[in-house]
Nanobody
Framework: QAQLVESGGGSVQAGGSLRLSCTVS????????MGWYRQAPGTECELVSS???????YYTTSVEGRFTISQDNAKNTVYLQMNSLKPDDTAVYYC?????????????????????????WGQGTQVTVSS
């Protein structure tokens, strides 16, 4: 059973930066696809960014140019550097990896992130951006 442990959320003013980290353990694949979803109150779960060893990083349109995802395979850790944060970025951010045999993260995980059964999920970390 994979375990995903997140850190790095918090509260910042608009224009500020935060860096999220997620370390994966107990996963059978040495280099899984990894990524970040977010969910704000009243909205569906959204894939923010993902990375894998055999494809270019994915970013949802609203964060392109502001967020950067990176992956340290030696540490089984994925990072999300978030710059120029906006109030619309306020959400709970979840780290995720796809459960085998799935190899990639889907763009829409439905109404509730952790209810999507084809991913392993982190515990979630709150990001709050004030104007």
């Amino acid at each position: 059973q994979a375990q995903l442990v997140e850190s790095g959320g918090g509260s910042v003013q608009a224009g500020g930066s935060l860096r999220l980290s997620c370390t994966v353990s107990g996963f059978p694949n040495d280099e899984p696809a990894m990524g970040w979803y977010r969910q704000a109150p009243g909205t569906e779960c959204e894939l923010v960014s993902s990375v894998s060893s055999d494809s270019r990083p994915y970013y949802t349109t609203s964060v392109e140019g502001r967020f950067t995802i990176s992956q340290d395979n030696a540490k089984n850790t994925v990072y999300l550097q978030m710059n120029s944060l906006k109030p619309d970025d306020t959400a709970v951010y979840y780290c995720a990896v796809p459960k085998p045999p799935f190899l990639s993260l889907v763009a829409g995980a439905g109404a509730f992130c952790t209810a999507y059964e084809h991913n392993y999920w982190g515990q979630g970390t709150q990001v709050t951006v004030s104007s």
